[in-house]
């Protein structure tokens, strides 16, 4: 088993790998769902002399443990479920739930409640079915504020949803008229 720390640093180093730059350490992913064989995976980690004892049933932790369920593992292949910023992977079409939520801070929020939701260095908008995993992405960046998304009218209006599993959704964007704060002890953050 890792220790917390040690599995904290290869979660952040298989994301830079599997989300950002694959390209950089010589991987091919799948075009179509981002993935790769586990074995490629592991000999490109192995190639660091840090990583270079590590075993499939390392990786296989990390994904396991992950709180943000950043990985998937299918059969002999992994893949970042989401949070790509090299090529655009391709996830089903879904209806969403009514609403979903989006984790940010108090200086992004009135941005976005002016402009929407957009990708910025990422491919798509990441929400969330649940506040769990909006206030993991938020409480990193600042004073948290999550957004509740209207993903019904937003649905009905053209907005496509994605669902890319374990409760998180994208879009390739969310306009305002459809962002509100969740909670009505942030309003006064974002209004005074």
Known sequence: ????????????FMSKILRHSPEDFGLILNSVDGSCAIADLLEILRVQTKWSELK????????????????????????????????????????PPLVLYHGTNVQAAPVILKQGLRPMKRQYVHLSEGLHFATLAGKRRGELVILAIDAEQASNAGVVFYYAGNEVWLADAVPAEFCRVYGDEKVGLLNG
């Open 1 to 12: 088993m890792l220790h917390d720390k040690v599995q904290t640093k290869l979660s952040k």
């Open 56 to 95: 499939v049933s390392d990786i296989e932790e990390v994904v396991a443990r992950c709180e943000k369920q950043r990985f998937e593992i299918i059969g002999d292949r992994i893949r970042a479920r989401y949070g790509h910023s090299h090529d655009k992977v391709s996830y089903p079409m879904a209806v």
